[in-house]
Nanobody, 114 residues
Framework: VQLQASGGGLAQAGGSMRLSCAFSGSIFRINTVGWYRQFPGSQRELVASVTSGGTINYADVVKGRFTISRDNAENTVYLQMDSLKPEDTAVYYC?????????WGRGTLVTVSS
């Protein structure tokens, strides 16, 4: 199984950005996909996740600003980030969990300038 993330880069405060993560390979139909982020010197923290059944979970700090969605036909998960803040600056990672697998994509840097 491979996870290929795209998006990221530089945005201004108040702006928007979309991250995408395509996953390929043999994936159990019951799974959870999500986005995590990591600040320098800190552990990765959950940003948002969505299960194959459609249950969505957001970190409190992004509620109302970020939207996670998944396209099961395309095996892709998206993170739409609006009203970006400088404190959203971090490396973002997509994640796929199924059965006992906990898989990560390559991180993508999101930088929000003030």
């Amino acid at each position: 199984v491979q996870l290929q993330a795209s998006g990221g880069g530089l945005a201004q405060a108040g702006g928007s950005m979309r991250l995408s993560c395509a996953f390929s390979g043999s994936i159990f139909r019951i799974n959870t996909v999500g986005w995590y982020r990591q600040f320098p010197g800190s552990q990765r923290e959950l940003v948002a996740s969505v299960t194959s059944g459609g249950t969505i979970n957001y970190a409190d700090v992004v509620k109302g600003r970020f939207t996670i969605s998944r396209d099961n036909a395309e095996n892709t998960v998206y993170l739409q980030m609006d009203s970006l803040k400088p404190e959203d600056t971090a490396v973002y990672y997509c994640n796929l969990k199924f059965l006992r697998q906990n898989l990560w994509g390559r991180g993508t840097l999101v930088t929000v300038s003030s």
